[in-house]
């Protein structure tokens, strides 16, 4: 080749070589002015971000100032108040409304100004400015009713400036699900393996139908019990509390592949620069499935869980005394805290019996030649008592006779002793036991003698009852005729009432209704009978003048107004001494009525309102009440909301949190000691007891035998709890030859099963190993009273020295 020709390619070659390194200069200025594009845009992104940190900042010394502004305020608006006679009603923000006129409040605001209003109405009752404090809290109801739905109902006691049922002070027992505990590790692999099909065969693509299997086999045997469509059961040896956390646990494998999957799974400055790379993120991302390694890792965390729970579980099962029962579970947190003998030593007897559920040992059965001591509660056979009532030694029922007749009902009014059984340190069988007023009879022989029973088609139906030791009497009213009759427990065969009490018609005329949802509420408040009918009125009548013209006439009552502006309707009666009594508020499903939720302390003699218990809310409940005298203390439950309010100040003391359902409701128990105790029951197989000098702390569950406590009440001289229940685990019966349970027909073999001695019923709240002893309370044949006797250092037939005689 020549020279010439060379140059000529060489020529070619460079001119290529230009061309190719003039693109990639043009591709080089392109990126540059890219870059500098994006540099520009960051800039202008860190520009916006740090005018944003300077504006949080103008706005965090605003806030400052502001809270310093409103501290000063508050500060010289105290001192005004605390140097000048000017009433704090009449500078009260909305003291200025007009009758009818709303409520201005800004967005957001209402519950601070809810609270506002409660808390000035508490100390308004503290002053002594009780008609002040009533206009305060008419204020507060008309802001609940606009805020109620935004409420807890734990709110309006834990704002308290200076309250101690404060969360942290709210000590609940967060108990193991024993449910979650296989009693076998062939059930546990079995679930495991189960779970694995399950997920094979796709169940985590359809929630529903793993919840639908989940009921079902929790309702097993139930027919078609939330089948929704699917028709698939879980075999016997798995355990669907653990199937669920294995689900759980897959859930949670699934949500951390999705995290590392965004934070790992694609390169972070690609997806700065190409926004095409964002669309195409989601396309390229693994979709997580469950491996060997997966599945190893679920099995170790299941049993790591269940580890946990046996450790647990058997802190909870351990007695705090070689004396306190095994039907209780009790809160590692609450107990064993007094354990030195200096603070052993200043703890009340019976208190200390409370508790640590101290109940006595007594006999289980027949058998001489093996006789069994437990401390289990006592059993008597009862009815369905909608009423229920408990005055020195006697015992007041009403109710239904039948308890599981579908077709038929039977009213009755009754009566028995509470049992003191005469020789309990000495019997060793049930069959030893003998009553205190009767030596010679057994001591099961103290049944409910009927001093009225109903007849079919009866126009009475008696639901609620007083028993009045003094007069020996029952008191039972009727709300479908408005009535209220008195009968003798002296002589239970007279055939008709000592004295017959009436309603006003307008009150008579709204019990009676069928829509109504009042009912008429009865106590007795020294020598005169008060009367709720579900109005802002009471109806009082006079013991001794009934009692005198008993001449089958109805006698009319003394009408008392509670409420003047029609804002208030009376609910629960409840007697506290001297002429006062409580009364409640009517209770609604759900806070449907818009009516005041205040508790009310009423004066009998004064016909007047002389106190307010501010801040109840919601389904609000009060119970017999035993401590107003020995520790000046009021037990009440509002919603899921146990409260002790002081008396003498008309605040709230303790809040107890117990369980978030509806019918909760509580008993304050005295004791010699500066503190009472408090059982909050209803809503549940079980109580729960709680030590107020933490204060409001659950220190034990306690269990019910698989019923559940519709009235409890507290008998000093025997140290007792008395407790009628009910039960969802019985047979009914219709008009087909066999019975259902649960909404469900029972076949016959099945009917005999649930009779055997040692049944746990399948729906039991409580697993057969919940607690320590596996005590099932059979109410086939009929409902139970339970009596649970607390040591107190003397006999359970002895009486206190004040009662003594001679």
């Known amino acids: 080749m020549s020279t010439s020709s060379a140059d000529y390619y060489k020529v070619l070659y460079l001119k290529e070589y230009q061309s190719n ?30 005018e944003r940190v300077n504006r949080c900042k103008n706005n965090a010394d605003t806030a400052c100032n502001l809270v310093d502004d409103a ?25 200025g409304l007009k009758e009818g006129e709303k409520i201005p409040i800004a967005e957001g605001s209402g519950q601070m100004e809810y609270w506002t209003a409660i808390s000035n109405a508490r100390e308004l009752m503290a002053d002594g400015r009780l008609d002040e404090a009533i206009y305060a809290e008419k204020i507060a109801t008309d802001l609940y009713n606009m805020v109620k739905h935004e409420l807890s109902p734990e709110a309006q006691f834990i704002s308290l400036k200076e309250s101690i049922g404060t969360m942290q002070q709210i000590r609940t027992a967060g108990f193991v699900n024993t449910k979650a505990i296989p009693a076998r590790d062939e059930d546990l692999m079995a679930t495991l393996k189960h779970g694995r099909y399950l997920y094979d065969d796709g169940i985590s693509e359809d929630p529903q139908r793993l919840i639908d299997l989940l009921c079902r086999a929790i309702f097993e045997d139930s ?26 646990q897959i859930e949670l494998m699934e949500t951390c592949h999705i995290i590392m999957e965004e934070k790992f799974g694609n390169n972070e400055e690609d997806a700065m620069f190409d926004s095409d790379h964002e669309e195409d993120a989601s396309e390229q991302q693994i979709m997580f499935k469950m491996n060997d390694s997966c599945w190893e890792a679920v099995e170790k965390a299941i049993r790591s869980q269940i580890t946990l729970r046996k450790e647990a579980n058997a802190k909870e099962l351990q007695v705090p005394s070689d004396f306190s029962s095994k039907i209780a579970r009790y809160n590692p947190r609450a107990h064993f805290r007094f354990v030195s003998e200096k603070a052993n030593a200043s703890v009340n007897y019976q208190l200390d019996a409370m508790l640590n559920c101290k109940l006595r040992s007594r006999p289980t059965n027949y058998s001489k030649k093996n006789p069994v001591q437990d401390r289990i509660p006592f059993e008597f056979r009862t009815f369905d008592n909608s009423g229920f009532d408990v005055d020195g030694d ?108 009436s309603f006003p018609p307008l009150e008579a005329k709204l019990l009676g209704s069928v829509t109504s949802v009042c009912f008429a509420s009865i106590s007795k ?11 802002g009125r009471l109806s009082a009548w006079n013991v001794n003048s009934a009692l005198e013209d008993n001449d089958d006439k109805a006698i009319e009552p003394r009408i008392m107004l509670v409420d003047h502006n029609k804002n208030f309707q009376c609910g629960d009666l409840q007697y506290v001494g001297d002429s ?227």
Not at 427 to 450: A, F, H, Q, Y
Not at 525 to 535: A, E, L, P, R, V
């Open 223 to 248: 027919g078609n019990d939330g089948n929704n469509g699917h028709d698939e059961s879980l075999p016997e040896d798995v355990i669907p509390s653990i199937l669920s956390e294995v689900f759980e």
């Open 525 to 535: 408040c020294g020598d005169t009978i008060i009367g709720g009918s579900g109005t």
């Open 580 to 806: 006062q009594l409580l009364v409640a508020p009517l209770r609604f499903d759900f806070d449907e009525s818009d009516h005041s939720r205040t508790v009310r302390l009423y004066d009998v003699n004064a016909e007047a309102v002389v106190g307010l218990l501010c801040g109840t809310l919601g389904e609000v409940s009060i119970g017999k009440q035993y401590c107003v005298q020995s520790h000046n203390a009021i037990f009440a439950m509002s919603k899921s909301v146990g409260v002790v309010f002081d008396t003498r100040t008309y605040q709230p003391t303790v809040v107890l949190h117990a369980d978030k359902r509806r019918g909760e409701q509580i008993l304050g128990v005295p004791s010699n000691s500066s503190t009472p105790v408090a059982f909050t029951y209803g809503s549940e197989e079980d109580m729960k007891c709680w030590d107020l000098r933490m204060p409001g702390s659950h220190v034990y569950t306690m269990a019910t035998g698989n019923t559940i406590v519709q009235h409890l009440f507290w008998h000093e001289d025997t140290s007792s709890l008395l407790a009628s229940t009910r039960s969802s685990h019985v047979v009914s019966y219709g008009r087909c030859t066999s019975g259902y349970m649960y909404g469900n027909n029972v076949e016959s073999d099945k009917e005999d099963e649930i009779c055997q001695e040692g049944y746990w019923p399948r729906r039991a709240v409580h697993d057969r190993f919940y607690f320590g002893s596996q005590w099932h309370c059979d109410c086939q044949h009929s409902y139970a009273l339970l009596q649970y006797p607390f040591q107190n250092g003397r006999g359970m037939h002895e009486r206190p020295a004040r009662l003594k005689c001679g």
């Open 71 to 95: 501290q000063s305020d508050l500060e010289e608006a105290e001192k005004k108040s605390s140097s000048c006679s000017e009433s704090k009603y009449d500078t009260h923000p909305f003291s």
């Open 394 to 501: 006697l015992i007041a029922l009403c109710g239904d006779t039948f308890h599981n007749e579908l077709r038929e009902e039977e009213n009755f009014v009754g009566f028995q002793k509470v049992p003191y059984p005469d020789n309990l340190d000495s019997s060793n069988t049930l069959c030893e036991l003998r009553d205190t007023s009767n030596s010679n009879e057994p001591w099961d022989t103290n049944t409910v003698k009927k001093v009225y029973k109903g007849e079919k088609r009866k126009k009475e139906w008696f639901g609620n009852c007083i028993a009045d030791a003094e007069n020996n009497l029952v008191w039972a009213a009727d709300s479908r005729t408005g009535t209220v009759h008195a009968f003798s427990t002296e002589d239970s065969h007279s055939g008709g009432p000592s004295a017959k009490l």
């Open 21 to 50: 390194a003039n693109v990639h200069l043009d591709g080089a200025k392109q990126d540059l002015n890219n870059a500098e594009e994006d540099l520009a845009h960051i800039q202008a992104v860190q520009a916006r971000c740090q």
